[in-house]
């Protein structure tokens, strides 16, 4: 499988799949905002693009990844170009937006899966789902929805927050997280991208959500550090996005991405995640 790629917001996980597709014979574009992000885009095997600022060259492009942050107005790429991408639909062989899975809300440590209906509570919950609706409203446009769990790997994870001063474990009774290895992320968008399903969702994350500090303490004793200080939610200093995280707790299935896409994930949980950091981090 070949072909080539443009990616809106070109960041931390569309540079994880463009590594990936790259050896393949891929020719990719990425966009940033930012001119000083054009070396890293450029190592991960993009061409940088300066967007909003020059026009995007959608000719020849055969898939499309759309990683732009939502606001309150939607999505930023149809805001400029959605007449220009609803006329090109036929010509694209895959869509992908990437989501969250903050879209499901609070189910207070139940799980959930793909059929679960989007009740986001937080104001960037909203606004993805409306982002999604957006995307997957264009006719003939082959969308497919990929909800990311919180995102790890070399140079971001618990080993990065453990050298910041004043670290501390936050301890909220009952509180679950999901998380995925940013390798992960990048099987999965190609596994889908071989492989093409108009419409489809899929929550990507690990097959273990667990406590937060469990996670911070595993990385404090793979490093041999001081096990960082509890502090309880409510007592914990923190900013209100920070805090909006916990104000919604669930699990979430992944068997979608193992079942219809053949994923079998590099790292199923965070110890496995985290011990393969020790040397990136």
């Known amino acids: 499988m070949t072909g080539t790629l443009f990616s809106f917001g070109h960041g931390y996980s569309a540079q994880a799949l463009s590594?990936?597709?790259?050896?393949?014979?891929?020719?990719?574009?990425?966009?940033?905002?930012?001119?000083?992000?054009?070396q890293a885009i450029r190592a991960s095997g993009a061409e940088p693009v300066i967007w909003p600022g020059h026009t995007p060259e959608l000719d020849g492009v055969t898939h499309l990844l759309i990683s732009t942050a939502p606001n309150a107005q939607g999505d930023p790429v149809l805001a400029a170009m959605q007449d220009e991408i609803a006329e090109r639909a036929a010509?694209?062989?895959?869509?992908?937006?990437?989501?969250?899975?903050?879209?499901?809300?609070?189910?207070?440590?139940?799980?959930?899966?793909?059929?679960?209906p989007a009740t986001p509570t937080a104001e960037r919950g909203k606004w993805r789902v409306h982002a999604e609706e957006q995307w997957r409203g264009i006719p003939g446009l082959p969308t497919h929805i990929f909800r990311l769990a919180g995102i790890y790997g070399p140079g971001r994870g618990p080993f990065s927050k453990l050298k910041r001063v004043g670290m501390r474990r936050i301890i909220k009774p009952g509180q679950v997280f999901s998380r995925i290895h940013v390798a992960d992320i990048a099987q999965v968008l190609s596994a889908s991208m071989a492989a093409p399903n108009p419409g489809a969702i899929y929550n990507v994350c690990d097959d273990e959500p667990v406590p937060p500090q469990d996670v911070i303490a595993y990385a404090a004793e793979l490093q041999g550090l001081p096990l960082p200080p509890e502090?309880?939610?409510?007592?914990?200093?923190?900013?209100?996005?920070?805090?909006?995280?916990?104000?919604?707790?669930?699990?979430?299935?992944?068997?979608?991405?193992?079942d219809e896409l053949g994923v079998s994930l590099h790292y199923p949980d965070y110890r496995v995640g985290l011990k393969s950091l020790m040397i990136d981090d």
Do not use: C
């Not at 869509?95 to 809300?105: E, F, P, R, W």
């Not at 502090?231 to 193992?258: C, G, H, L, Q």
């Open 19 to 38: 590594r990936q597709l790259k050896p393949n014979g891929w020719r990719i574009f990425g966009t940033t905002r930012d001119p000083a992000q054009s």
């Open 91 to 116: 010509q694209f062989e895959w869509v992908g937006y990437l989501s969250t899975t903050a879209v499901y809300g609070d189910h207070q440590g139940a799980w959930v899966d793909e059929t679960t």
């Open 231 to 258: 502090v309880s939610f409510d007592e914990a200093d923190m900013t209100p996005m920070a805090r909006s995280f916990y104000n919604e707790n669930k699990r979430v299935r992944n068997d979608r991405i193992k």
